[in-house]
């Protein structure tokens, strides 16, 4: 639809969008300056509560005090203090470095295939399918040249480039690996793993035997201090949504070896703290202490016998022998942020059972996509090592109306739960989209919603604006539950409210992710919080690898306003909260940047 044909927008919408314009103006005039990234005045380094308070209520705290507003933005140092920049590759000095071959071949697997596992035969555990496994989840894949400066990027997104996430694998003997069960620490610039523990054969052989053969377990941890660096206080939210990316990128990367994995959701933070060598004070010293976030599962096939609960009691004993010391990331941290401290303290999980819910009343793949995708552009490998981020869109590129359901589609999980990568993680979706879309062919501009659980339509229509049409577009596929809120052109409106960032607005779309934040809390209790985010950073890595097989791009963005985004959709109630940003469309290439290939060493067959 062009512009000359766009329906008057309604009145709310208008007087929200100059509403917003004037606050904004308001703020400017006050603050002579608004700034596209977190620069919040240095707040008072004081507690989240000063009584004692429940976990759930240090989150509430937490979320409250670290939301964006017009005026006053969450706080953080306020410049970049480059003298403190910190390393974003961790390595443990005295470990053993056990390369992983690069082939040069690749996987001639079709993107499509990540979705369908059943076309997947699963690759047998060896040295050269881990390595694969590595490079599809968590490698460097390109560097990036300006003048003088160079930086990495990786399979995986991380807010401000920083990437807070660090790899773990705990792996059987494998040939030319280790000849004992070993706990590793992956090196993403080596391609490389750091051998940190040899486990006793024994012990690990009872822990593994209610396991399949070709069985391994992975673990993902922050820096926390990586993106406090750069974001201050809200920081924690960041490290949390890279770690959902980084959770969706390992279930893809087990995809494309014809691998399941599952999140061990009910595992305690102090077993995988231990289990990692996370809280081997010693080996740390005075270096930066990692948060353990989650422990997956990865297995050749999840016979149905298989429970995601560990029992936790073997496996503490696994008779390690350590080696290796962390690296300091920092010379100084020149602030440190101790409500990012009792926000993680308050989320660590002290180990339950696992969740286990209904996905009866979800639809079928047909129902979702109609016809399932059986075919398309780009393969797996092209998708997965070519994702990168718009740093701006062209404000033009339109996308068909079947790309635009295909990629919301993608990102409902099937009634038999089978659906990658939602197969990883066994709560009900938690996480809804609100639209924004300008430029899909054959579907009016406007704000839509998207209710990822179907369970969930008559809630969010009763927390939403009245005045919301909960209209079904004819062509829509029957099983995917996205409505239209209202007509119009939010281009402006989507700016605004992400921080100002244009991206938003020259997209084709872009969405907030509207979390039922009370009801999770309630129901999962405070350590819930964190799988909030992973949930957001899964639903933004399906995206990201959608634009990729689409021929456009996508974007994460963590820095919008949150009440902002509240007042648009109509939400006055804290029961919802917006958790992230996405925006999708036809990118601007910045010319000025050389690419340089990630690993230069020598490539083997
Ligand atoms: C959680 C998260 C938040 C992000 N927020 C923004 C943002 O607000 N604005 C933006 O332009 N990019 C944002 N990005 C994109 C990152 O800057 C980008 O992932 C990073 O520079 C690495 O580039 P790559 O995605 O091409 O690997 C975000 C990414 C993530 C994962």
Redesign the pocket.
């Known amino acids: 639809m062009d512009s000359q044909s766009l329906p008057v927008p309604p009145l709310w919408l208008a007087r929200l969008v100059l509403h917003l314009k004037e606050v904004i103006t308001r703020c400017r005039l006050a603050s002579h300056r608004l700034p596209?990234?977190s620069t919040g005045s240095l707040a008072q380094p004081v507690g989240l509560l000063d009584t004692e308070a429940s976990p759930e209520e240090v989150v509430v705290a937490y979320h409250e005090r670290t939301k964006h507003h017009f005026q006053r933005y969450a706080a953080s140092l306020g410049y970049m203090d480059w003298a403190t920049q910190p390393d974003p590759f961790r390595r443990y000095q005295g470990a053993d470095l056990v390369r992983l071959p690069l082939l040069k071949a690749g996987r001639p697997l079709a993107y499509w295939q990540l979705y369908a596992p059943g076309t997947v035969l699963p690759e047998p555990l060896s040295r050269e399918s881990v390595s694969l496994f590595f490079r599809y989840a968590l490698s460097l894949?390109a560097w990036k040249r300006f003048q003088e400066s160079t930086w990495s990027?990786?399979a995986?997104?991380?807010?401000?480039?920083l990437h807070p996430t660090e790899g773990y694998a705990i792996l059987p003997a494998i040939e030319g690996l280790g000849e004992r069960p070993a706990v590793y620490h992956y090196a993403p610039k080596e391609h490389a793993l750091e051998r940190r523990a040899i486990l006793d054969a024994k012990a690990w052989s009872e822990f593994c035997a209610p396991f399949p053969e070709g069985s391994f377990l992975m673990g993902l941890s922050s820096v926390h201090w990586r993106e406090a660096w750069k974001y201050g206080e809200r920081a924690f939210?960041?490290c949390q949504?890279?770690a959902g990316?980084a959770l969706a990128t390992l279930r893809i990367a087990a995809a494309a070896l014809g691998w399941r994995l599952v999140l061990l959701d009910g595992v305690s933070e102090k077993f995988i703290s231990g289990l990692l060598g996370l809280s081997r004070g010693d080996d740390y010293g005075t270096a930066e202490r990692e948060e353990p976030e989650l422990l997956a599962f990865v297995a050749p096939d999840l016979s149905s016998m298989f429970q995601r609960g560990l029992n936790e009691s073997t496996a503490g004993n696994t008779g390690a022998l350590w080696c290796g010391n962390a690296n300091t990331l920092s010379p100084v941290h020149g602030v440190d942020w101790p409500v990012i401290d009792e926000v993680a303290q308050a989320t660590r999980r002290s180990g339950s059972a696992p969740i286990t819910e209904d996905f009866s009343d979800f639809p079928e793949e047909e129902e979702l996509f109609g016809t399932p995708v059986r075919h398309g552009l780009l393969t797996a490998e092209k998708a997965i090592l070519g994702?990168?981020?718009a740093?701006a869109m062209d404000g033009s590129t339109a996308i068909s109306q079947e790309a635009f359901f295909r990629m919301l589609a993608r990102l409902i999980p099937t009634r038999d739960g089978r659906s990658v990568p939602w197969d990883a993680i066994p709560w009900r979706p938690r996480i809804h989209l609100g639209l924004f879309v300008h430029r899909v062919d054959s579907v009016p501009r406007g704000l839509y919603a998207l209710a990822r659980d179907p369970g969930k339509l008559a809630a969010l229509k009763e927390v939403m604006r009245r005045e919301f049409r909960w209209q079904r577009l004819p062509s829509c596929p029957p099983g995917l539950p996205l409505y239209l809120l209202q007509e119009g052109d939010c281009r402006a409106l989507a700016a605004t409210v992400?921080?100002g960032?244009d991206?938003a607005g020259d997209g084709a779309f872009s969405l907030g992710m509207i979390a039922d934040y009370m009801d999770s809390l309630t129901t999962y209790r405070a350590a819930f919080y964190r799988n909030l985010f992973w949930e957001a950073?899964m639903v933004?890595q399906v995206l990201?690898l959608e634009a990729e097989e689409a021929g456009i791009r996508s974007?994460?963005?963590?820095?919008?306003f949150d009440d902002p985004v509240h007042e648009v959709f109509g939400i006055a109630s804290q029961e919802w909260q917006s958790f992230?940003?996405f925006t999708v469309g036809g990118p601007v290439e910045d010319t000025r940047l050389t690419t340089l290939p990630a690993y230069n060493f020598e490539e083997e067959r």
Request: proline share 3%; net charge positive.
């Open positions: 596209l990234v894949t990027l990786r995986n997104p991380s807010s401000g480039n939210r960041y949504h890279d990316h994702r990168r981020s740093v992400s921080c960032q991206i950073g933004g990201y974007t994460g963005i963590g820095c919008y992230y940003h």
